[in-house]
């Protein structure tokens, strides 16, 4: 029997590509290649060679990658401290950490005698594995090998901060909380989502299919490794310092997540440093980022000659999460969803400090998005507020029933003013007068003109 000549013809064209189809999948889906994924404190041409081959890694995963290649440096622990950590911490913090820290310390979400220069000693010495210095504009290991994997996630900061100026963006939070972790959601969150899909597949389909339960179960797990490993090696450290640093990786690889999967693409994660999240709101809630409700800025009137004899020692806003992390420190029954601050639209903290010395005086005001959350906020407030005085040192009041004189809590409408004032001035506190402001547009258009 004779055989077909163009029907061989056609099955092993059939099998040939069947077979390069088999093939271009496996290439796609495997890890890729690499000699080493850790080097030691190598020759400079050694480390050069790996953070080149680390590069095209990041550029498979993200399809871009920083050009030209920042320097990567094994420094020591000394340098790593003065050199970047408290430079970067001072940056973030408007000049002046210490200050800027004192109103988490007025409301017991860090003991009020924690210095922060001695505690970042001690962090920096033991738990940092590496970072990107966005002011020295370079990678650096302190004291530690240098990992691939570690090295895609700050290669990609690189990446961010020659396309989009990272320390232009960390200007635009003024040193506020709120600002400072929504910010730092979006650049965390898109580096520790590059990083996550580095390990899980190294290669930019296997990227593009990862299930978004995958995702989280990924970052939910970083967030909790971070945890526990402080845990380990700081057992005393503040608790909701682990919270804030959890939650810029954690929340921020999902609010980058919903950003890349409305396009399957990373084109919307790109255009949002154009115009970033401002708020913890927008970062817990990415649809109310999509839609372009952006916080509520408040301003106080008089703020600086609000109290005859007291000046103003520091203010700030704490936002959604922040405020979280307040109800979550003084309230029992507050558990770990932030649904108890969930109605946030915009705050503001102000903390007085008179020269005689006296008791210091707190005012915190904040805006709500119904009268109903205002009024149920309104009663949570009072009740931490009250814990708090009694808690804090500084305001010399040593039981519950004493601090619950000092407090008081007023609701207009949405808006809430809250005091802790040991001298009880309330009436001239709980009258403070503000203006507001708000942010309006879409930050990434209308996907309707867009034809999304």
């Known amino acids: 029997m004779q055989e077909n000549p163009r029907k061989n013809s056609w099955v092993k064209v059939t099998l040939q590509v069947y077979s390069a189809a088999i093939s271009l999948a496996v290439a796609l889906v495997s890890p890729v290649a690499t000699a080493q ?45 003065e050199e970047y950590v408290l430079k970067s911490v001072d940056f973030m913090w408007g000049g002046d950490f210490e200050r800027s820290l004192d109103i988490f310390r007025a409301l017991g979400m860090i003991p009020a005698d924690l210095k922060t220069k001695p505690f970042l000693e001690k962090y920096g010495s033991r738990m940092t594995a590496a970072a990107y210095d966005f002011l020295g504009k370079r990678v650096v290991f302190p004291e530690t090998d240098v990992n691939r994997e570690v090295l895609v996630h700050e290669l990609c900061h690189a990446m961010q901060d020659q396309r989009h100026d990272i320390a232009k963006l960390m200007r635009t939070t003024h040193g506020e909380l709120d600002g400072i972790l929504a910010m730092g959601a979006l650049i965390e969150g898109e580096a520790t989502n590059v990083q996550i899909r580095y390990r899980l597949g190294r290669s930019r389909l296997l990227g593009i299919i990862i299930p978004y339960g995958t995702l989280r179960k990924h970052a939910r797990a970083e967030a909790e490794k971070l945890r526990r490993r402080i845990m380990r090696w700081m057992p005393d450290v503040p608790a909701n310092l682990i919270r804030a640093q959890a939650f810029v990786y954690d929340e921020g690889v999902l609010f980058v997540e919903r950003l890349r999967r409305r396009k399957l693409h990373w084109v919307d994660v790109d255009a949002a440093f154009a115009r970033p999240p401002r708020s913890t709101t927008q970062i817990l809630h ?49 558990g770990p969803s932030t649904e108890a601050a969930a109605g946030w639209r915009g705050d503001r903290v102000l903390l007085y400090r008179a020269a005689s010395g006296a008791k210091p005086v707190l005012v915190w005001i904040s805006i709500w998005e119904t009268p109903e959350r205002a009024e149920a906020m309104s009663k949570d407030l009072r009740t931490a507020l009250v814990h708090c005085a009694a808690r804090v040192p500084w305001y010399g009041l040593d039981t519950h029933k004493r601090g619950e004189t000092a407090v008081r809590v007023r609701r207009t409408g949405d808006r809430v003013v809250a005091v802790i004032d040991p001298a009880r001035r309330f009436e001239r506190l709980l009258g403070t007068t503000w203006t507001t402001t708000q942010a309006k547009g879409k930050p990434l258009g209308d996907r309707k003109k867009q034809g999304k």
């Open 37 to 81: 994924d850790v080097v030691p404190d190598a020759d400079a041409t050694a480390l050069r060679k790996f953070t080149e081959d680390t590069s095209k890694d990041l550029e498979r995963v993200r399809g871009r990658t920083a050009k030209p290649l920042p320097p990567v440096k094994v420094i020591g622990r000394k340098e790593y401290l």
């Open 286 to 334: 990415p649809k109310k980022y999509l839609d372009g409700e952006w916080p509520v800025t408040i301003d106080v009137t008089g703020k600086q000659t609000l109290l005859a004899g007291y000046r103003l020692v520091t203010e700030n806003t704490l936002g959604e999460f922040g405020t979280w992390l307040f109800l979550s420190t003084h309230l029992k029954e507050v």
